[in-house]
């Protein structure tokens, strides 16, 4: 059964630092997205991205955030400057058009800023 | 704005007995319902949704109904097993946006 895969599984990054979230989606899925869950709190929405463009975001998706679709398979969260508050585990997710609701989950990044 | 309210856990159960974990929601417009489902190490795993009011998602033996008259989407099973001990989560979309708004969560813990 396809999955969404993500990787790393864990990144350590020091804080003001750069980090990658990498992710690749179901394969003939067209909407993208990121969640992020931070330690013992609800599962929050930052990005969904469509037709390589941000379609809809989330007060928490600032500008020091970013998504990119580098290539056919890849779908990208960078964090410019990476701060404490930024630990969490991040999910991605997609689903395969805009008529189809289902969204599914990779097993997500946990990202610990020292 | 939107949200999801979740009972508290953990929920602890022995095998075999009735599982019921409470959602209710708060939308602006005609929400589509979610359960997902997180077992330990994994990530979230869609489990049933429902689309419009007295619609009942199933999967697996569980069952949700969506009740607009009472805003809730309450998930249940009639016999739990121990391999259903996982986190649950309740969500919804809203009509014309693409997010999920996500309850807190609530563990399940079933013993043998």
């Known amino acids: 059964e396809p999955e969404v895969t993500q990787t790393p599984s864990h990144q350590v990054t020091q804080m003001g630092q750069e980090v990658i979230l990498r992710c690749v989606p179901i394969s003939n899925h067209l909407y993208f997205y990121w969640y992020r869950q931070i330690l013992g709190q609800k599962v929050e929405f930052l990005v969904s991205?469509?037709?390589?463009?941000?379609?809809?975001k989330s007060e928490i998706f600032d500008d020091q955030f970013s998504v990119e679709r580098p290539d056919g398979s890849n779908f990208t969260l960078k964090i410019r400057s990476t701060k404490l508050e930024d630990s969490a585990m991040y999910f991605c997710?997609?689903?395969?058009?805009?008529?189809?609701?289902?969204?599914?989950f990779g097993p997500g990044t946990r990202l610990t800023v020292t | 704005g939107n949200s999801v309210t979740q009972m508290e856990g953990p929920v602890t159960l022995s095998e075999e007995a009735f599982l019921t974990i409470n959602c209710t929601y708060t939308?602006?417009?005609?929400?589509?319902l979610f359960w997902y489902v997180q077992y330990p190490g994994e990530g979230l795993q869609l489990l049933l949704k429902a689309t419009k009011a007295d619609d009942k998602g199933s999967n697996k033996g569980f069952e949700a109904t969506y009740r607009k008259e009472t805003t809730s989407f309450h998930l249940e099973k009639g016999s739990v097993q121990v391999s259903d001990s996982a986190v649950y989560f309740c969500?919804?979309?809203?009509?014309?946006?693409?997010?999920?708004?996500f309850g807190s969560g609530t563990r399940l813990q079933v013993q043998p």
């Open positions: 991205f469509y037709n390589n463009e941000i379609s809809e």
């Open positions: 997710a997609s689903s395969e058009d805009r008529l189809v609701e289902e969204q599914y």
């Open positions: 939308a602006t417009g005609y929400p589509s």
């Open positions: 969500a919804l979309k809203d009509t014309g946006r693409r997010a999920l708004t």
